[in-house]
């Protein structure tokens, strides 16, 4: 055969179309009882099978690629020629198990395509042959997204919202900006009853504020800040999840309180943390942990029973999520699939305990998951496989 190597197995070539044939007349519901017959066989015949045959099969996976492969079936009569332009075919003397599966997979790709589906990027093959990546599809990022609830307990959905004037407050002006941002304008100095509003990010969101005082804040994913629509007489938020905060210097103190920790400033850089315990790292002036512990920049204090500070090797990692980034510095595996489940809105499975090898990783917020999981798995001893909206960490 002109364009394949000749210690290919024709024989494998010809029972691995057989097979993409089959499963694209599984999927147009026309098997026979036979054919039925022949595709469970070959399911049966290994778990790598029945893994593939999942994948390709796999409604949601069928769904998001509708959306780019609206023309593919014009192509089906190519699909033969396109087969010999996939297949990078710099073998090993012998072929291998693994090879040679991959050359059955891209055929049932190629002709599953033309029944009206493909799923890209099905693994990562590192130079050995060995599977580094293992998913049917791949995780898009979060983005900015977010909910406003005002003084009357209204909830107002900012992602798709247009930009300008979102609600008239009692006491100030809520508008949003092209930077996707909510900003607050004082109308009346005299208010007395001051109205609460709570801005709320889902798992997958992030936004951003400035404050009555001019006090910008960053929420990740998974958080929520209440505030009041005025700062008058005391400066006084409440946070969940992670905020950074880069407070507007004044004689009124700032006050942050956060699952029973009050955090007081002036005019400082900071981020708090309190998805599990409370963490504050200061990066710029200080502040007063419950009213007795001070923290200097490059330090960072964790609040439990007790709380207790110590400067950070690396405390631009604990920030880098503001500024669009993830990063890794010697961090276990658990914390960083934590970030990665809130951030890509994914559940996260452990096949066994975690191991104790900590990574060094870095990625942009932006891309998609499997970006930072290569990444991860070039130290070799964690794997990672995607399935929907599933991650499951393998040894």
């Known amino acids: 055969m ?6 290919m197995n024709e024989d494998d070539l010809r029972n691995a179309w057989r097979t993409a044939a089959l499963i694209a007349r599984f999927l147009r519901k026309e098997l026979s009882t036979e054919e039925e017959e022949e595709l469970n066989a070959w399911k049966n015949k290994s778990e790598r099978n029945r893994l593939l045959f999942e994948e390709l099969t796999n409604e949601k996976n069928i769904e998001n690629a509708r959306q780019w492969i609206t023309n593919l079936e014009k192509e089906k009569i190519k699909s033969l020629e396109s087969l010999k332009e996939k297949i990078p075919f710099t073998a090993p003397r012998k072929t291998s198990r693994t090879f040679r599966w991959m050359i ?82 004082y109308t009346d100095s005299d208010l ?70 009050k955090i007081e400033v002036l005019g400082t850089h900071f981020n708090v943390n309190a998805y599990h315990l ?40 604990i920030v880098a999520w503001k500024n669009g980034y993830f990063r890794f510095t010697h961090e276990n595996i658990k914390e960083i699939m934590d970030q990665l489940g809130r951030w890509y809105s994914i559940d996260v499975v452990f096949e066994s305990n975690p191991t104790q090898t900590t990574f060094t990783a870095t990625a942009k917020r932006n891309e998609n998951i499997s970006t930072i999981l290569k990444n991860i798995e070039q ?17």
């Open 278 to 317: 409370v963490k504050t790292t200061l990066f710029e002036g200080s502040v007063r942990i419950d009213d007795n512990k001070l923290l200097k920049p490059g330090e960072q204090a964790t609040t439990d029973k007790e709380t207790g500070i110590v400067k950070l090797e690396y405390p631009a990692d």
């Open 192 to 261: 007395t009853d001051i109205p609460f509003n709570t801005l709320t990010t889902p798992i997958g969101g992030q936004y951003q504020i400035i404050l009555p005082d001019g006090t910008k804040a960053w929420l990740n994913a998974s958080s929520s800040l209440k505030y009041p629509v005025s700062f008058k007489n005391k400066r006084s938020v409440e946070v969940t999840g992670e905020v950074y905060f880069e407070v507007t210097k004044d004689k009124i103190p700032f006050i942050v309180h956060v699952k029973g920790t």
């Open 104 to 185: 059955a997979a891209a055929v049932l790709l190629v002709v599953v395509a033309g029944a009206g589906i493909f799923i890209k990027n099905r693994s990562v093959i590192d130079k050995s042959g060995q599977e580094l990546l293992i998913k049917a599809g791949d995780v898009a990022p979060g983005g900015n997204k977010a909910v406003l609830q005002v003084s009357d307990g209204s909830i107002i959905a900012l992602t798709d919202l247009q930009n300008g004037i979102v609600r008239n407050e009692p006491g100030a002006v809520i508008s949003k900006r092209a930077d996707g941002e909510i900003r607050y304008e």
């Open 379 to 395: 130290d070799g001893s964690i794997h990672f496989k995607i399935e929907g909206e599933k991650i499951t960490v393998m040894p």
């Open 2 to 7: 002109n364009g394949y190597p000749s210690n």
